[in-house]
């Protein structure tokens, strides 16, 4: 029993220490990532719309009607020059793969 | 240790650890934020404040002007194709949809020791963070009669859009057939690199269709074109042959209200009917006043990372006030893009998190040559940790090929969705 009670009183110790740290780092790593990924969405927002809803018939292309994986697929062609355009060639080519997929996965139909 | 104690240590690791998180949350709720200045900077930071803390920090905005009108697309009110009302936005929006408190007032004085703001009115303000986006001040004193000539009207600039935008269509309107309507750009960096050029495009539009046989002199104290210059040129070859007359290293050091007589720098003597003279620019005045401007006295130097001020704590500089980074233009997107990562940072830090170490920007800026076509300049910024800086990505952004009207409807799909993202 008392060499029980010793173990619990170290893994007590060893979660009281990391509590100290360890979950709510994770509880803000989770938010704050969430909060860098919105951002990283924001870029695109000046041109297409807050969250990717544009203004209706205002003139620039709605990107709110593609799911993520459409998305993903144009932005990957104007990257690569696959697909042409006047600035989205332009812009893709300045984001990486993975900001590209942050991108679609935060402002692709739902 | 028996098992109450262990219980009763994991409970207290427990309270900490809520308490802990929900001490940082408190601090986020309980800030206060001011955001002095409501242009593309401050607009867009009140409202992504809003929206990156899921509407629970606490944001005021303060600008003086009931409305927002746009600087970028003014430049077709000058030309008279477009009318300010088209370029006018509320500002009600920020309040009804997102939760912002707008006092419609200007501030007179910050004491960043003390953190308050003292506003025009008399009152006084608190403030935990501050983000100030005054845009632009005109530094008249560095042309030589500028004040007097605009005092009398003979001159204006209306390179902040408002009622000199029209009274400038008006003087426009005015001139002569044969006339010279003379438009001078100060050494870089100034708001909006391609603004004087499209201007100039506009300008000479009208007087192609009205009065064909006057001229727009553009007097540039840069040694060329700062922006889109083998485009516009090709279009003044092109569109304005006869009417646009470009002169490089022209820098206008005085005007003569009376005689409406120009003196540079270097050259002889230039009289023109209409004088639209754009002297050197600086932070906007409540950022020097408040010793911000701490890169020659004239710009403000900020971290990139969150956009705070080198010289004090908690206040954060957006748009045409700071000193640029490299590549980076004073411009309205570009103002609005620093705004949102500032947004962010701040809501990191008072949440308590790491601030977002890979903030993006983006820039595009429309440039009308006629009513209908357009030209870009795009570009991608990524920060860069080891120089602290914003750096374009290699082989990204660039310029339209060739003027076109497919751009001129991007153009205004633009405006109609940075003024949404920014104030709706």
């Given at each position: 029993m008392r060499e029980k009670y010793l173990k619990s009183a170290i893994l007590g110790a060893l979660y009281i220490g990391l509590s100290h740290w360890s979950p709510y780092a994770l509880a803000q790593n989770a938010d704050a990532s969430n909060l860098y990924k919105r951002s990283l969405a924001a870029t695109?927002?000046?041109?297409?719309?807050?969250?990717?809803i544009g203004v209706p018939n205002a003139g620039m292309p709605i990107i709110n009607n593609l799911t993520s994986e459409q998305m993903l697929t144009q932005l990957k062609a104007f990257k690569s020059g696959a697909r042409e355009g006047t600035i989205m060639p332009q812009l893709a080519k300045g984001y990486s793969d993975e900001?590209?997929?942050t991108i679609a996965n935060q402002l692709g139909k739902k | 240790m028996d098992r109450r104690h262990f219980i009763g240590q994991s409970a207290a690791a427990l309270g900490l650890l809520a308490g802990f998180s929900g001490q940082a949350r408190a601090n986020l709720q309980k800030a206060e934020i001011l955001v002095i200045g409501g242009g593309y900077g401050g607009a867009t930071a009140a409202k992504y404040l809003r929206l990156f803390s899921n509407n629970t920090a606490k944001v005021t905005l303060i600008e003086p002007n009931a409305s927002f009108i746009s600087?970028?697309?003014?430049?077709?009110?000058?030309?008279?194709?477009?009318?300010l009302a088209e370029l006018t936005s509320p500002y009600d929006n920020l309040s009804k949809r997102h939760g912002i408190n707008i006092i419609q007032d200007s501030v007179a004085s910050i004491d960043a020791d003390k953190k308050t703001v003292k506003l025009a009115s008399g009152k006084t303000l608190r403030y935990d963070k501050a983000v100030v986006s005054p845009g632009i001040t005109l530094m008249m004193d560095s042309i030589e009669g500028?004040?007097?000539?605009?005092?009398?009207?003979?001159?204006?600039?209306?390179w902040k859009a408002g009622a000199e935008t029209v009274a400038l269509h008006k003087q426009m309107t005015s001139i002569r057939d044969g006339g010279t309507f003379a438009l001078s750009i100060p050494e870089a960096p100034y708001r909006c690199p391609p603004?004087?050029?499209?201007?100039?495009?506009?300008v000479a539009n009208y007087l192609k269709k009205n009065k064909p046989k006057s001229k727009v002199l553009i007097l540039d104290a840069n040694q060329d074109v700062t922006s889109k210059g083998a485009l516009f040129k090709k279009v003044w070859a092109e569109q304005y042959s006869g009417i646009i007359e470009y002169l490089p290293k022209h820098n206008v050091t005085a005007?003569?209200?009376?005689t409406k007589t120009i003196k540079l720098e270097v050259q002889d003597d230039i009289k023109a009917d209409v004088l639209n003279l754009l002297p050197a620019m600086s932070a906007g005045e409540i950022a020097v006043k408040t010793g911000l401007a701490n890169s020659n006295g004239r710009w403000v130097n900020v971290n990139f990372i969150n956009f705070e001020s080198?010289?004090?704590?908690?206040i954060h500089v957006l748009g045409d006030s700071i000193q640029v980074a490299p590549a980076m233009p004073k411009s309205g997107h570009m103002a609005n893009s620093h705004a949102k990562v500032a947004a962010?940072?701040?809501?990191?830090?008072?949440?308590?998190?790491?601030?977002?170490?890979?903030?993006v920007l983006t820039n595009t800026c429309y440039s009308f040559v006629n009513e209908r076509e357009v030209v870009h300049v795009a570009s991608v910024h990524q920060y860069n940790a080891a120089e602290k800086t914003f750096k374009t990505v290699p082989g990204s952004g660039g310029l339209s090929p060739a003027p076109s009207t497919l751009e001129g409807v991007y153009a205004w799909g633009w405006a109609h969705n940075i003024w949404a993202d920014s104030l709706g």
């Open positions: 695109c927002a000046n041109c297409h719309g807050t969250d990717g900001q590209l997929e | 600087c970028p697309m003014s430049n077709l009110v000058v030309g008279g194709s477009r009318t500028l004040v007097q000539a605009n005092k009398a009207g003979v001159t204006l600039q209306a603004g004087p050029y499209e201007r100039a495009c506009q005007v003569d209200a009376k080198t010289a004090q704590k908690d962010a940072a701040i809501v990191a830090e008072l949440s308590g998190w790491e601030i977002n170490p890979a903030p």
